[in-house]
């Protein structure tokens, strides 16, 4: 075996998800790339199955055997015809769903035997417009016994015998994949909810460049990272300024004063209005979940734009799945100005209280001292 397609064979072996190519090639030691133009052979051969959701490809290891002696019965239907249309093999999984299991079809012409999913307008199409040097999906519903199933249809050219091309038609049910990705559909739904409407300001934030920034301190000698933050504070703002914001819910954006398309910067949109006793703060929270510490939690003071002072209780969170490149941060941020302004004022309330406590308590021992002289 190839030992990239091995490397790719053995990350997947065992898991009980499928894996996005990012953390097949963290696994592999691999590049990404290498990785991706792998796994679109590897799938076509059958090897991997690929899950697809929005934008996101993930892929699980297929256990299907692939020798030939096993294709007759495997769960796949089958459908193998040449150039005329004429069928040339049909394994006994399709000729169960298509009721041919006592009919000879071998010769017949696929349009002309209306099979059930064969002969679906989807697949006829895909025919005619099918290009022998692509590999050309389709998905499709189709309802057997009032039950609507799912699959998907590979049409693709194969020179089984040298001079002689046929086109093969796999079908793969994938109802169970679906049913899974429209609850995987409707979870990120709910979550968008969730995270748009929270009643508390919230960032999904990208760390991973701050991870590089202090990867590349330590590769270059820098041991007391702590130590050296509180000694170079430019390099620490660099550092801080290496935050990705994401994504802002509507409480979040109402702080930074965006609208929901504009794109938020640490370095433009906080670094100006940052006290100097917030830097130790963020500088901690960094450090901490650096270290791998789930979460932190930290207090920042910040002058807005408009001049006006403003105190924040954050937490930062972060989401450790397979890999831990700190990609991923949950940051919730409340606003505790007016806690910190009532606290500013009962220290003054309670320093007065004091002063004038002080002020009795002299004013008696006078008296005391004057009683005592005239007696």
Request: with cysteine; glycine share 2%; net charge negative.
């Amino acid at each position: 075996m190839d030992p990239v397609e091995d490397l790719i064979i053995h990350s997947l072996y065992g898991q009980k998800r499928a894996l996005m190519i990012k953390e097949i090639a963290q696994y592999c030691g691999l590049d990404r790339h290498t990785v991706s133009r792998r796994l679109d052979c590897m799938e076509i051969l059958g090897q991997v199955r690929k899950l697809e959701l929005g934008n996101s490809k993930r892929y699980y290891l297929n256990n299907t055997l692939s020798t030939y002696n096993l294709v007759d019965i495997c769960s796949d239907l089958i459908l193998v015809i040449n150039d005329k249309w004429r069928v040339q093999y049909i394994n006994k999984s399709a000729q169960e769903l298509c009721n041919l299991l006592d009919k000879p079809v071998i010769g017949e012409r696929v349009d002309d035997l209306k099979l059930e999913l064969f002969s679906s307008p989807p697949v006829i199409e895909g025919l005619k417009k099918f290009d022998p040097l692509k590999i050309s999906k389709i998905r499709l519903s189709y309802n057997f016994k009032e039950t609507e199933r799912f699959y998907e249809v590979s049409i693709m050219s194969i020179p089984f015998r040298p001079g002689f091309t046929s086109t093969v038609i796999i079908a793969v049910d994938s109802t169970e994949k679906e049913k899974l990705k429209k609850d995987l559909l409707t979870s990120e739904e709910r979550f968008r909810l969730l995270f748009e409407f929270a009643p508390i300001a919230i960032n999904e934030e990208d760390w991973s460049k701050v991870k590089e920034y202090i990867d590349n301190l330590t590769i270059n000698g820098v041991s007391d990272l702590n130590q050296f933050f509180i000694q170079n504070p430019d390099q620490l703002k660099e550092c801080i300024c290496c935050i990705q914001i994401l994504k802002t819910n509507t409480l979040s954006r109402k702080y930074f004063k965006q609208a929901f398309d504009s794109p938020i910067s640490i370095k433009d949109d906080l670094i100006p209005y940052l006290s100097i006793e917030s830097y130790d703060a963020l500088r901690m929270a960094i450090l901490s979940i650096y270290n791998e510490k789930p979460s932190h939690r930290y207090e920042i003071y910040v002058n807005n734009p408009r001049g006006k002072s403003l105190y924040f209780l954050i937490q930062s969170q972060i989401i450790q799945n397979d890999v831990s490149d700190m990609s991923k941060v949950f940051t919730v941020f409340q606003d505790i100005t007016d806690f910190k302004l009532l606290q500013a004022e009962l220290v003054q309330k309670q320093d007065i209280m004091f002063t004038i406590l002080e002020e009795l308590i002299h004013e008696n021992y006078m008296l005391k001292e004057k009683f005592n002289f005239f007696h």
